[in-house]
């Protein structure tokens, strides 16, 4: 976000559409603020106080910092039947495979990269994200190939080596599932981004 070019002044009063400007439409700290008009961090925090303006919580304000040019995402409403089948299939992908609890970012993990191609696509198209923002975790058998293992997953989800994080190497279990395992492991795709996530599972609750 560009910086506003404010001069650093010394006022008496602080205007409460110049915090509102500030601190809700711009997102810009208590601290930047103070800076800004050459006061202090506790005459900001009165006259939030004063208007009642709401203090942003510690998570919003992380968030913020993390994000200082705004959501990394923005929902596109289906403009045809086939971004409205997307929309739909996307939400579904991820109540049945993604992370809905927790405070941790956007996760959906599975076997199928046809599926994971699916919900990128989703990504892409209904929340406009830049896949290279993605990131995955993969996980495999001590005797699964890891070499071979990322060569697949890089090749099938169109992604480079650096969007890996380490792998997750898992003991060999001769009972149960085992027999069934991937032989290319699991791999769980993430997007950090913990309103995302929000968003995501809230349209989820709302299904009717």
Not at 67 to 95: H, Q, R
Not at 140 to 166: C, G, H, M, P, V
Request: hydrophobic share 35%; net charge positive.
């Amino acid at each position: 976000m560009k910086e506003l070019g404010l001069p650093k002044i010394n006022t008496q009063k602080i205007s409460k559409d110049l915090l509102t400007d500030l601190y809700i439409k711009n997102d810009k700290s208590v601290p930047y603020i103070a800076t800004q008009l050459n006061c202090s961090q506790n005459k900001i925090n009165y006259w939030l106080k004063k208007y009642k303006i709401n203090k942003r919580t510690i998570s919003e304000a992380i968030y913020i910092n993390k994000n200082p040019l705004g959501d990394p995402f923005v929902l596109i409403k289906p403009k045809t039947m086939k971004e409205a089948i997307l929309y739909g299939m996307g939400l579904g992908l991820y109540w049945g495979e993604g992370a809905k609890r927790g405070n941790g970012g956007l996760k959906i993990s599975n076997t199928d990269p046809k599926l994971l191609r699916k919900f990128t696509e989703f990504l892409e198209i209904i929340f406009k994200i830049n896949k290279e923002k993605l990131r995955y975790s993969l996980q495999i058998f001590k005797d699964i190939s890891y070499e071979d293992a990322l060569n697949f997953w890089t090749r099938e989800l169109d992604a480079k080596k650096e969007q890996f994080y380490k792998p997750v190497i898992l003991n060999i279990q001769r009972k149960g599932t085992y027999e069934y395992k991937s032989p290319y492991g699991v791999v769980i795709m993430h997007f950090n981004n913990v309103k995302l996530k929000r968003l995501l599972c809230n349209m989820i609750e709302n299904i009717q």
